[in-house]
C-alpha cells in the first residue's frame, strides 16, 4: 500500500470522521425518535447526515485524484471511522438518551472542525489548491 504524506493521513481521516457521521445522526435520530414528537431535531439530523455524505463524496472524489493514494487513504478512512464508532458505542451506551446523543455530536462536530483546520493548514502549506477548495466548502458545514 502506498505511503501517505501527512495531508494525505489527514484527508483520510477527515473522510473517516464523515462516514462516522452517517451513522452517528442515525443513532441520534432513532434515540429522538424514541422520545416522541422532536420534528425539528429529526431535521436537523437529517441535514446533517446529508451534508456528511455530500462531504464523503467530495472528499472520495478528491482522494481518486491522488495519484496511487486512493487505497490507502481509504484505508485510513476505515480505520478512523472504526474508531469513531467505538468511541459513539461507548459514550451512548443503552442507557443514552436524545441529549446524550446530542452531546456527542456537538463533540463529534468539533473534533471534525479541529481536523479540516489542520487539513487546511497542511493543504495551504503543500499549496494544493484542490484540498484547499475542498477545505472551504466543508469547514463551515
Known sequence: MA????????????LGLAMAAQDATSKVDKLVEE????????ATLQQMAKEAKETEER??????????????????????KQEATEMMST????????????EFLTMAE????????IV???AQRARDARTSTLVQWAKPI
Open 59 to 80: 472528499t472520495t472524489q478528491l482522494a481518486s485524484e491522488l495519484d496511487g493514494k486512493k487505497t490507502a487513504i481509504l484505508e485510513k478512512a476505515r480505520e478512523t
Open 3 to 14: 505511503e501517505l504524506t501527512a495531508l494525505e493521513s489527514k484527508i483520510g481521516e477527515v
Open 35 to 42: 422520545e416522541g414528537e422532536h420534528d425539528d431535531l429529526r
Open 91 to 102: 459514550y451512548l451506551g443503552d442507557d443514552a438518551d436524545a441529549l446524550d446523543g446530542f
Open 120 to 122: 487546511e493548514v497542511l
Open 110 to 117: 468539533a473534533g471534525e472542525v479541529g481536523h479540516w483546520s
